[in-house]
Nanobody
Framework: QVQLAESGGGLVQAGGSLRLSCVAS????????MGWYRQAPGKQRELVAS???????NYAASVEGRITISRDNAKNTVYLEMNSLKPEDTAVYYC???????????????WGQGTLVTVSS
């Protein structure tokens, strides 16, 4: 059984910084893409940033230049460094990882339970 566990959320003032972490645990053979998504109240879940297992990154336009995604493949961990936070960044942040399922012989997407980030003005 594979699990993803996020940490690092909290309350921060506008202009502040937070660092989110997400660790994948369980029987893990290989992880392909990893990413962070967020869902604000009343809105759909949206991609914040993603990173391939080779380190290629992709960012939403709304966060580019303020947020950095990185990963440590040896630790099955993905990070999200968030700077210059704005009230509109307030949301539940979810990590997602495409993990190889040996029974299905393919990569399967797994989600964490989310961590709340609140940015006060």
């Amino acid at each position: 059984q594979v699990q993803l566990a996020e940490s690092g959320g909290g309350l921060v003032q506008a202009g502040g910084s937070l660092r989110l972490s997400c660790v994948a645990s369980g029987t893990i053979y290989s992880i392909n893409d990893m990413g962070w998504y967020r869902q604000a109240p009343g809105k759909q879940r949206e991609l914040v940033a993603s990173i391939t297992n080779g380190g290629r990154t992709n960012y939403a336009a709304s966060v580019e230049g303020r947020i950095t995604i990185s990963r440590d493949n040896a630790k099955n961990t993905v990070y999200l460094e968030m700077n210059s936070l704005k009230p509109e960044d307030t949301a539940v942040y979810y990590c997602k990882a495409d993990i190889f399922n040996i029974d299905q012989a393919r990569y399967v997407g797994h989600w964490g339970q989310g961590t709340l980030v609140t940015v006060s003005s």
